[in-house]
DNA sequence: TTGTACGCGTTATCAC
DNA sequence: GTGATAACGCGTACAA
């Protein structure tokens, strides 16, 4: 593999000199410029970014490290961070992490020992050891869909607690009375600021029980249990809640083996819309969030640190996006209102 | 940052002291690697990977490039390959080209540079740029997705021609004498693969037509577009065969806004399942391709060439997986059969 | 078991 | 406008 020193042999002028007309950095006469040019595509000369990143101590590098690569809310966080990477120039490493806090500890460590120029990070539980050697070693860390508890770095995430009250609102709205949450573990806040966003939302309508609420994961298997559970309690909900988009698709899946309908027999709403690209005929009523969004601007804020603009000694930031209400059918219409004449 | 030779100093050993107890690579008396580890961690020593991929000319990183990340086809591609890849100890670059050859391009020659120990391509043409590229660096590379023309390069990809044949014998079975095929773009070969597979199948016919062919992109856009130019023709064909999930979206979509029933007016059956996890209620019949699978199996290829067991002057493969048949409501049933009792 | 010398490919600094 | 020198942080080859 040719090294600039060949192609500066070769065109019969140093190596700083080829660097200069690699990079456009200094002044080149046009003539040695022409011979150098020439020289590189004779040799095939492919200047070797990891040298190059060992002198500049940048490797135009981020990493996404996400919980769940299969879930399409974070494929398209993924999508939006790719795009806004490339934008710029840099490359865009992806890890999955399983939800498992030992696998986000290790790809971290991974990612630091690369020099990586910054990291976005969903994390899998508290995300505390992540962002600790983060800030020790001076890499930028950016937050996403997860609220911190304290202000260790820069958070992009959506609004869920207020996602979850417009959903909770439009039941009371269509005249449910006895609703269950089905949300994920203790500890991560976005289970519990659904949760929470959804039970303010009953309680602010007079004289109705709070919402039953279960714990499980954000996933199908999941859902499907807690929906099973749910609907054997008594008396039995008229309306659900699923925290996050597998939990609902394993909501309906469990309606649909009960035989129960939805929205005929129970309300169902969810949390995260799937991308319309899909989904061939959409039916569940969601709290969508802008999942592109938020990948764009966790590169944003990420990029604005590395820029110096910002520097480390900036105040963390913390972005908070609005979800969106979009009502589809599985919400039902309102309880007790006339059958619809055929 | 501190380096290795500031560990060293502290621990009053030498640097590749510090080396051998990090990778424990070489022999190290249990007392000087207890100090040398008590240094790492009190200094908080973080093994700098640039500047070991330089000397070892391995960067450990593998780098997956598709044209539409968007599409949970190739988001599934991608999750199996960043299983394999972790299992293995390294990291993955995933590059999404949006279908364009320059963008291909211009991410090939970005990986070279980094140096990337191997690439994983979905050619958004006909690659032969960016395999012509690779192998002048003497990278590896595996073509996935795609049948290529020459044998240039190994290739793990689905049974396009099979599977496209499969559902065309579905639907001659079902009755239907009139069909039109909606595929992609001239010249990918699974668009032409795919095509001429169904083609095949209803030659086997006797006395059928063949089928119309309508070329487009691999778009749900496209797909809207290409059904409603293949319903306005006459004689109007009572089936329509989707050659990707997004066209076969498209197709949906369109029919939906013509209303036009599925399968009671029109059957429809497309390549590509959807992943069961994104969706609630399956219903197209399709030729499901094992895109999790794909992923893995094209990393296996590509660390079967570094590891040089297959050394570069090894014969290229060509790994071909089958596709699955999977009947659901879309393509109806058999045309003529008496309405059911309700 | 431990250490010395050198090179990996590039670029910043300073000199001409 | 061009070049010599050194340094980035690490690991191989060899010596002690």
Redesign the interface.
Known sequence: ?PTIVEVANRAGVSAITVSRVVNDSGPVSSQVRARVEQAIAEI?Y??????R??RSKR?D?IALVVTD????FF??I??GV??AV?DSGM??????TDERDAEEERYV???????VDGILLVPAGGGAAAIKRCR???TPLVVVDRRLRGRGADVVRADSKAGAFELGRLLVSLGHRTMAVLTGPIAVPTADDRAAGFRQAVAAAARLRPPRVYRGAFT?ESGRDMAKRALSATPRPTALFAANN?IA?GV??AL?EMKVRVPEDVAVVGFDD??P?????P??TVAAQPAYEMGQRSVALLLARLSGGRGPGQPYQEVVLPTQLVVRRSSGDPLGAPEPSI
């Open positions: 593999m095939g492919v200047p070797n970014a990891v040298a990143s060992l490797t590098t690569m299969t879930n399409p494929t398209t993924a999508h790719e795009a490339s490359m865009l490493i992806i890890c999955s460590r991974m990612l630091l020992q690369r020099r020790e070693q001076g199908i597998f698709i309906l899946h649909d799937l991308p690209a899909m989904v061939t005929f039916f569940l």
